[in-house]
């Protein structure tokens, strides 16, 4: 999966949790929780998105190395590859 | 009270023993007034208002007349007119209309005519209103119409002391005045003192006060609207009752303080509705007292046939407290 | 046979708009159904009826704006019976008529004709309402007439006067036309509505504690290990279940405050404040929050959540919160004290949780912390209850094992 595909899982995952969110405003290092708003269910409904889409198992330690959009899809391309 | 302090004893009285000794008060004051009409005396009234009268005040005070309504009330115009103080009665509202042109086209124009140089100072007493099972021909409520004339003053005494006290002012005042006395408050029975006299007949009365809505009415339909506002009372409601007592005029003060304290009417009269009294009342409470209006003004009267004669039908046929309450009910939106 | 009523949906609500029916006339309708939707201010709320049986009549249709308790339709045996007792029914209650006696159709006619439907544009109000509505500086826009047809009368201008100074606000205060939906500014309204009512009438007290979540994020940590991310349990479940717990042992603190006394819930239903982006705040009821697993817990709020933000809560989860729990998270202030949502007797609030040092057996430690804080009606309890409370979640959140 390149990294622009799971840059656009990101996005779509995103989308759906907060279907009020313009994805044109989320940059690289945009922060997740702080600058768009997620609460910890927001987030962990996020995760659950792009688990499935991926296929990717995401430990609950390892959320701390999603907080960014760069991050995210750093993360989860690492992930994949595994 | 008396003059010296002390409360006069309170004899125990039917409403036709009230206007007996209205009548017998008024023969002792005044040796011009004398009673006329249609078995009024070896009979002793077909109400049986005068009965005694006759042995007490002999034939030239307590006179029987012939069946001739129209003869009686204009020899009672004439007399009258001639310096006395007759009481003539008529047996009911049916049948006053024999003598519709004295009373319309003589009694009530002529001090007008005459430039206020002749006073009719003439009283009819008159039976109205059914419940007696006297069928259509002796049973109406015709007051609305006398109401409309002007020169006449139309008194409609509903309680003991009116019954009591309107005949002797209404014998000294310069107009013809007719008295109403509804056939069913004959046997209504209550005290009154000993000493109970004149009363005003230009002021209607509030015969209970009450907050939430009015009801307006007169005659044999205020201890029904009484009783409605006692049962009303029960769920809460209070209701203030006002009696007219005088239907002409019309004492519009003490209405419209009525209403602009409740802010809502209900008008009952026994009457026909179509062009009635409660149509005239109604229409005075719109004209001056609109904006204090929370409700439509509601009108409860008579359902507009004859009088039927069966005893059912016949209450049917008028308001009854039963009646009353539910249309107020209704009008305060109880909910 | 009874009258399925517009409910009021919070202490801040006074009327409802239904905004669809789910349930036609003759359907049959079992307790706890979803049979019509409502619009609030909180947006559209899904209501259910509390009976068994068989809808007879719908007396409100949709759009029209209704005021609390009225009734939206009437729930039968589906016999028709209760068509005489629907309050439309113009008959007065008379005395029961006696053998032999008649109609009075002249008697019934004369009686002041409610109006049949009100014209569009055209409110009745009547005269005296409208002088009333003058002199109390009551918007006759904001009234809803309960006499006859809908009529304005004053007693529904004084009533309205006296709920815009209840809620503390001036009148008017409503903007006109309708709403369909959320509409942050009509919540901001009812939370302002809400808020000045809880801090003008309840005698607020407030008790702080520092609760040491480390067992609890350990073992949750554990067990989150454990589990496929969609199964993982969020730290504010602990939080909720901990409260609940707490609660069954100090129940005075769980219920309301009604007609000047305390009124103890016997079962916990935790409100559960949900932020709504783009603005508001909800708090619907968790039901029997004590009894949850926590997995049916996270489950519960996941659903609500979902809901609040879609507009699918349902009445009852309005209405049936005994307290409140605000959670500020993992992020914002390190502290909450709240206001009380009336007519609750407390509100408990967690703030975020965070690193700190704590004195545990005599030595400072860094901890994974969160202030609790509880806020207690002081007329329904006293600071003892609100201290043992707190005492008991603390406790009850060092043996997470047990929750």
């Known amino acids: 999966m390149t990294e622009q595909e799971i840059r656009d899982a990101v996005l779509e995952s995103l989308s759906g949790v907060a279907p009020e969110l313009d994805l044109s405003e989320v940059e690289d290092d945009t922060d997740l929780r702080n600058d768009l708003d997620l609460d910890s269910m927001d987030f962990l409904n996020f995760v659950i998105a792009v688990s499935e889409r991926l296929g990717v198992d995401v430990p609950e330690a390892d959320y701390g190395r999603m907080d960014t959009l760069a991050k995210c899809v750093e993360y989860l391309r690492a992930a994949q590859a595994k | 009270m008396n003059g010296d302090g002390t409360a006069a004893p309170r004899l125990r009285l039917t409403y036709r023993d009230a206007v007996r000794e209205a009548i017998r008060d008024a023969l002792t004051r005044d040796e011009r007034v004398f009673l006329m009409g249609e078995d009024v005396g070896r009979y002793g009234g077909c109400y049986a208002v005068s009965k005694g009268l006759l042995a007490e005040f002999g034939e030239d005070r307590i006179r029987d007349t012939p069946l001739s309504e129209s003869a009686f009330v204009g020899a009672g115009i004439g007399a009258a007119l001639n310096g006395m103080r007759p009481i003539v009665e008529v047996m009911t509202v049916n049948f006053s209309l024999l003598a519709l042109d004295q009373i319309v086209n003589n009694a009530a124009t002529i001090p007008h005519m005459s430039g206020g140089q002749f006073a009719v100072p003439l009283v009819i007493r008159m039976a109205t209103g059914s419940g007696r099972q006297l069928a259509a021909q002796h049973s109406h409520s015709l007051e609305g119409w006398y109401a409309h004339i002007p020169g006449l003053k139309i008194l409609a005494p509903a309680t003991l002391e009116d019954a009591r006290g309107m005949l002797w002012t209404a014998i000294e005042d310069p107009n013809p005045v007719l008295i109403f006395e509804n056939v069913q408050l004959y046997d209504m029975e209550g005290e009154l003192p000993a000493d109970a006299g004149p009363v005003d007949i230009t002021r209607a009365a509030i015969r209970r006060e009450g907050k939430h809505a009015s009801v307006v009415t007169f005659g044999g339909s205020v201890p029904k609207a009484v009783a409605a506002a006692e049962t009303l009372a029960g769920e809460g409601v209070d209701v203030e009752v006002v009696d007219l007592r005088s239907l002409r005029p019309l004492d519009d003060a003490t209405i419209m303080a009525s209403v602009a304290k409740t802010h809502r009417v209900l008008v009952v009269d026994e009457g026909w509705r179509s062009g009635g009294l409660s149509a005239e009342v109604s229409a005075r409470i719109n004209e001056q007292v609109f904006y204090e209006l929370d409700a439509p003004v509601a009108r409860l009267a008579g359902v507009e046939v004859p009088i039927p004669y069966p005893k059912h039908l016949e209450d049917a046929s008028v308001p009854q407290a039963d009646t009353i309450a539910a249309a107020l009910r209704e009008m305060v939106g109880r909910r | ?403």
């Open chain 3, 1 to 403: 046979m009874s009258a399925f009523v517009m409910p009021s949906l919070g202490a801040d609500m006074e009327a409802g708009t239904v905004v669809e029916w789910l349930r036609k006339v003759g359907d049959t309708v079992h307790h706890g159904d979803v049979i019509a939707v409502v619009e609030t201010h909180k947006g559209a709320i899904e209501v259910e009826v509390f009976e068994d049986g068989v809808v007879e009549e719908i007396l409100v249709p949709p759009g029209e704006e209704v005021p609390v308790g009225t009734a939206l339709a009437m729930i039968g045996d589906g016999s028709g019976a209760s068509a005489a007792a629907a309050p439309k029914a113009p008959l007065p209650a008379a005395a029961p008529p006696m053998a032999g006696e008649v109609r009075r159709p002249d008697v019934l006619k004369v009686k002041p004709k409610a109006p049949v439907a009100a014209e569009e544009g055209r409110r009745r109000v009547s005269p005296y309402a409208r002088r009333r509505a003058e002199a109390l500086g009551v918007d006759l826009a904001d009234v809803k007439g309960t006499g006859p047809g809908g009529v304005v009368q004053a007693v529904d201008v004084e009533q309205a006067a006296g709920r815009a100074r209840a809620s503390g606000r001036e009148a008017p205060a409503a903007p006109p036309g309708r709403r369909r939906g959320f509409d942050p500014e009509a919540m901001r309204q009812g939370i302002a509505a809400a808020m000045a009512k809880s801090h003008r009438e309840i005698p607020h007290y407030y008790l702080d504690t520092t609760i040491d979540m480390q067992a609890a994020m350990h073992w949750l940590e554990a067990a989150n290990a454990e589990r496929p991310v969609a199964q993982r349990l969020l730290y504010a479940t602990l939080l909720i279940k901990a409260t609940a717990l707490a609660l069954r042992k100090v129940p005075e603190l769980n219920g309301f405050w009604i007609d000047g006394g305390a009124r103890p819930a016997e079962r916990v239903h935790i409100g559960w404040a949900i932020a709504l982006r783009g603005g508001g705040l909800m708090a619907p009821a968790i039901h029997d929050a004590d009894t949850m697993s926590l997995d049916a817990l996270m489950a519960a709020m996941r659903d609500l959540v979902a809901r609040a933000r879609s507009g699918g809560i349902r009445g009852s989860e309005m209405t049936d919160p005994t307290i409140t729990i605000t959670n500020l998270g993992e992020r914002g202030a390190e502290a909450v004290h709240g206001l009380i949502y009336p007519p609750q007797l407390a509100l408990v609030g967690f703030g975020r949780l965070a690193q700190a040092p704590l004195a545990i057996d005599g030595a400072v430690s860094v901890r994974p912390v969160v202030r609790a804080s509880l806020a207690g009606d002081h007329r329904g309890s006293d600071g003892h209850s609100g201290g043992l409370l707190l005492a008991a979640i603390d406790a009850l959140l060092q043996k997470p094992e047990g929750l």
